[in-house]
């Protein structure tokens, strides 16, 4: 496969096009942003590791029956996937209770919920992804209800998959966020990244954050957090 013109540029990766129509390469940065582009920074290395370990959950959770978008890990920092239609939807699954949803609701973060949650918001920069329920996604035709049934019942089984996964390796899922793509036949697909950008990782013994909260809340360590990540992930 031939990497043609950049397709995109957004905060974290870009896309390439290639001469199979059906294809796109992504390319992971180093470049990290927080609050909605408000803080910027680079995280050495975060490229590699987001790239790596994005493929390496991706790839599993493709053997567990979840369709995805992965197809081929190209190099340390690229990888062919399928060319799909983003859903413009980001898809947060919580587990433990963290960040906006402790600041939005007002109880203390670390609350081990007895299920899952989910939410949706709308993936617009420009409106600063506004939360929205289904009923405001069907309105404003962002999917259509078989869609979101999809893209529910995919999200639950992927968040079953991880945190078994996470456990093994001394990790809690706290939660992860979720992009899904429609593919040129209409297949709805696991798109996006799943990685230390993307999910909040806290080590099940110290609680140690080993995620982009290090970053956000600058409490040092960043480079490390991601590599340990990688490390336990990888093995
Ligand atoms: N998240 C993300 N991209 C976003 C917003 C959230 O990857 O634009 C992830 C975030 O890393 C965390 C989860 O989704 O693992 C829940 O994030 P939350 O809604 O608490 O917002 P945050 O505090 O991360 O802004």
Redesign the pocket.
Known sequence: MEKREQLYEGKAKKVYATDDPRYVIVSYKDDAT???GLKKGTIAGKGVINNRVTNYLMAMLEKKGIPTHFVQELNDRETLVKKVQIVPL?V???NIS???????YGVEEGIVFENPTI?F?Y?CDALD?PLLNEYHALALKLATREEIDIIKALSFQINEELKAFFKAVNVDL????LEFGKTADGEIVLADEIS?????FWDSITHEKL???RF?RDLGGVEDAYSEMMKRILG
């Open positions: 927080a609050f909605n980001e947060i699954v919580r963290a960040g906006h949803f402790a600041s939005r939410e918001s993936k992804d706290v939660d992860f966020k230390p950008d993307t999910c909040r995620d982009k909260d956000r």
